[in-house]
């Protein structure tokens, strides 16, 4: 990025010298700079020569400086009204020197000056397009007195300036925003939390620029608003420029921000940008701002989602945090929106040979993937423990169905601790998958586990089977022996 140069800006901007009928004509080996401050990423800068100008002393401040129509120009000059009614005009010889009338106002020079640009033909002198986030950009030119057009929001803010030798103008046509790189996240590249697990939230605002619209910027106001679903930890906050932690105060000053919290509904939060709300009446002046013409804000802080939060993978109100950021005033910026989610398990326990039959009274603790179990008792506060005994119970009621919530993404297994009366406890653990989802329409962090439980086998019992083959064969005995009986009387008779 081109080197940001150390100038000065004569008072002779807007205000134009004095005709000397005695100053040099000579003009082309006279190299000046314009320095622009605050310029916006990827704009184009170019800078058309209105007037040329000689210097009596080009190193001092406050050497003198004469005007003239640029050679070729006169004819388109002096048939326009609007430069006749700012400007005096005197001739020598092929040169018009021209001088500011005592009624003639700045703005309506420069707005003039953008105008002859296109009446009188005027070519681009040179232009450059700002490529990276600093903020400088430097333009190599003749000495004049310049109209530098920007393509940042349309250059309605006009730049005027008198390079003789040098000069430096604040890029007041770009407007502050999050930028390419800016947004609002969170610590989970999926943004998924178990109830009780503190969220890290970090914005990011890379296009903070000294003005607005034309309008100076003496303050950031950094706003968050947050759902029901989620508690602000009200002393988490960190707050940076460009890489330098600020310092909470009531006192507005440089390094400092002033800060309103709720740890229910969000925050506001100050940062002051220049030392005064009102700019500059030197077109050049850097001004007295705080930081850097194009600064990054920085702003880190944590909540805890509560047990109010909304399952699932739908964005919700609920579970929602959206942050503006604001020069001055204004409160038209869009914001940047994160949503959190947390799961939810619901196991149906059914009969393994008629599924449309529910079973209640089945009792479950869940095993997460490190081999603990859960213990939910704070229903804030999703907690894990090695100690099965401790974990949380949960019983199918009489539809056979019972709900595990504020899980965060992951795969659980739910272990069976009773089983329905009249059913056999299960061997094995059920495994459950929780995932943030894409497609709502099938949300894999709302999963249904079907859980199948068979009938116990009626084992042998008194009065059964047994008992009654132990009859028949005394029975089928005792007839035996009364026909052999039978058999032996009527041989003797």
Do not use: C, H
Request: charged fraction near 20%; hydrophobic fraction near 30%.
């Amino acid at each position: 990025m081109k080197k940001r140069l150390l100038t000065t800006l004569l008072t002779a901007t807007l205000v134009l010298g004095t005709a000397t009928a005695t100053a040099p004509s000579v003009y082309a080996a006279d190299t000046g700079t314009i320095t622009v401050n605050s310029t916006q990423k990827n704009a184009t800068y170019t800078a058309y020569r209105i007037f040329d100008a000689t210097v009596a002393d080009t190193t001092t401040n406050n050497g003198a400086v004469s005007y003239t129509i640029p050679s070729g120009k006169e004819t388109a000059y002096l048939a326009d009204e609007t430069f006749l009614s700012l400007f005096d005009t005197v001739k020598n010889g092929d040169t018009t020197y021209v001088t500011k009338k005592s009624d003639a106002s700045d703005t309506a020079i420069a707005e003039w000056a953008k105008t002859i640009v296109t009446t009188a033909g005027l070519s681009e002198e040179t232009k450059t397009t700002e490529t990276s986030t600093d903020g400088v950009e430097t333009l190599s030119v003749g000495y004049g007195y310049y109209y530098v057009a920007t393509t940042a929001t349309n250059g309605s803010t006009v730049m005027v300036t008198s390079a003789s030798p040098n000069a430096t103008i604040q890029e007041k046509n770009n407007e502050p925003t999050w930028g390419d790189d800016g947004g609002k996240t969170v610590d989970d590249s999926n943004n998924t939390y178990a109830v009780g697990d503190t969220i890290t939230y970090t914005l990011n605002y890379t296009n903070a620029t000294f003005y607005s619209s034309g309008d100076k910027v003496y303050q950031y106001v950094v706003a968050d608003t947050v759902g029901s679903g989620i508690s602000l930890n009200t002393d988490s906050f960190k707050v940076y420029v460009n890489g330098t932690e600020l310092t909470k105060s009531d006192t507005a000053a440089k390094n400092t921000y002033q800060l309103t919290e709720s740890s229910t509904s969000g925050f506001s939060l100050t940062i002051p940008w220049a030392a005064t709300n009102t700019a500059s009446n030197n077109v050049g002046d850097a001004d007295d701002f705080y930081y850097n013409p194009i600064s990054t804000i920085k702003v880190v802080y944590t909540g805890v989602l509560k047990s109010g939060a909304t399952e699932g993978s739908t964005d919700s109100d609920t579970n929602k945090n959206k942050a503006t950021i604001n020069p001055n005033t204004k409160k038209d910026d869009n914001g940047k929106t994160v949503n959190v989610y947390d799961g939810k398990i619901t196991i149906k326990k059914v009969d393994g040979t008629d599924t449309s039959k529910t079973l209640a009274g089945a009792e479950f603790v869940l095993k997460n993937s490190k081999g603990e179990y859960l213990n939910y008792t704070d229903k804030d506060n999703v907690e894990w423990t090695t100690d099965q005994a401790s974990a949380t119970t949960y019983t199918t009621g009489s539809d056979g169905t019972v709900e595990i919530s504020g899980l965060d993404e992951g795969t659980y297994t739910l272990v069976e601790t009773k089983a329905p009366a009249g059913y056999n406890l299960l061997k094995d653990g059920t495994s459950v998958t929780l995932s943030k989802s894409s497609d709502t329409s099938n949300d894999t962090l709302l999963v249904t586990s079907e859980v199948k439980n068979n009938k116990g086998s009626e084992l042998p019992s008194t009065g059964g089977l047994g008992t009654t083959i132990f009859y028949t064969v005394g029975s089928l005995l005792v007839l035996g022996a009364g026909l052999v009986m039978v058999a032996r009387r009527r041989l003797r008779d």
